[in-house]
């Protein structure tokens, strides 16, 4: 069973600095029982606008009236590279529920990625700054592979790991037969997050709560 340690660390992740109202930010609140079907959802009351919430109110686990076990199971089935079609069968759910889902988490997952993009001097991204990212790149043709910009030792700027990416990305596209051009950038942007928190399995689920709830 995922459910309760995944509650736990939802909770430790979206709490670190203690207990506010998702609506109005104040911290001055009580405690207020469980959710009486999901008991692993801790509730509380906000003393200053007076409503309730609990764990996951406001959050990207929230809406589409399911319980967080099954939003959970379908993230850790979403990190396996599983199949909006298949992610239904194996939950037991409607095919349009499992897209409306996939579709909040990818795109909740690429919201929480930097903006900064690394490439090189190809002509092609040189309108990158003005399309509204964060742009840095290394000239190739001047010798340049990588670069420390902070001077903390790292060499932060490179695209090494890029070509291997490109390799990856297209068999992690196959399972899912013919993504629109719409969707694409969601898929391209969760698989992005996958790379760079380096993690597999159950370890890449909590990995996709950190980036989710941190
Ligand atoms: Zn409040």
């Known amino acids: 069973m995922i459910t309760p340690s995944a509650s736990e660390r939802i909770r430790e992740l979206r709490w670190s600095e203690g207990i506010i109202c998702p609506r109005c930010k104040n911290d001055d609140i009580t405690r207020q029982g469980k959710d009486e079907s999901q008991p692993e959802r801790q509730r509380y009351f906000c003393k200053k606008c007076r ?19 099954i939003w959970v199971s379908c993230l850790h089935l979403m990190s396996l590279d599983i199949s909006n079609s298949q992610i239904a069968q194996e939950l037991d759910l409607n095919i349009s529920d499992v897209q409306k889902m996939t579709r909040q988490l990818r795109a909740a997952v690429c919201s929480k990625q930097p903006d900064v993009v690394l490439t090189d001097k190809y002509a092609i991204y040189s309108k990158m700054k003005e399309w509204g990212y ?47 051009q719409e969707m694409l950038p969601l ?23 950190e980036v989710l709830f941190r």
């Open 51 to 69: 409503r309730k919430f609990d764990d996951l109110t406001l959050s990207v686990f929230s809406g589409h009236h399911q319980p967080l076990k």
């Open 134 to 180: 964060g742009y840095k790149s290394v000239c190739h043709g001047a010798g340049e592979y990588v670069r420390d910009e902070d001077g903390d030792g790292f060499h932060e700027v490179h695209v090494n790991t890029m070509v291997g990416f490109w390799s990856l990305l297209r068999s992690w596209l196959r399972p899912h037969r013919g993504i629109s």
């Open 187 to 209: 898929y391209l942007g969760f698989l992005e997050c996958l790379h760079n928190i380096r993690k597999r399995g159950k370890a890449a689920l909590s990995g996709l709560l």
